[in-house]
């Protein structure tokens, strides 16, 4: 009964995508990545399709997916600040396609955590919160 779409993140290192909604359709693929975002488009019983930031998706069990909130960097840099401001402290370069958990999203910025390092990103270098969407 959720609204979609809406973003989730992978459960565990191994995710069999499959052709359809069932157990029945064959795996086109796994994704091999713990926490990598994802967007849920559409919903049949308990599987979920769901599409990664490349535009790659398929079905999966609902099972093998959490509703903690990650992003990953679509752009080619993105920097962790220690405040949300261009102008503040840098707190780390993050290279493209890294995971980093959110904490909170406001505005045009996310504070997240990656590894051991925690600060603030502009919303429009990482995919998985939508534009206006507030993340607590």
């Not at 599409?51 to 099972?63: A, E, K, L």
């Not at 679509?74 to 949300?84: C, F, H, I, S």
């Amino acid at each position: 009964g959720l609204p979609l779409p809406r973003f989730a993140s992978l459960r565990s290192d191994e995710t069999n995508v499959r052709a359809g909604p069932g157990s029945r359709y064959p795996i086109e693929w796994v994704f091999r990545r713990k926490s990598m975002p994802v967007e849920i488009v559409a919903e049949y019983e308990n599987y979920r399709k769901i599409r990664d930031w490349q535009g790659s998706g398929g079905w999966v069990h609902q099972s093998l997916l959490t509703g903690k909130r990650s992003v990953t960097v679509a752009a080619k840099e993105a920097v962790l600040y220690k405040t949300p401001a261009i102008t503040a402290t840098e707190v780390a370069r993050l290279q493209a396609e890294v995971i980093c958990l959110v904490k909170s999203c406001n505005g045009d910025w996310c504070r997240v955590q990656t590894g051991p390092y925690v600060g603030w990103v502009e919303r429009a270098k990482v995919w998985g919160v939508y534009k206006g969407e507030v993340v607590n």
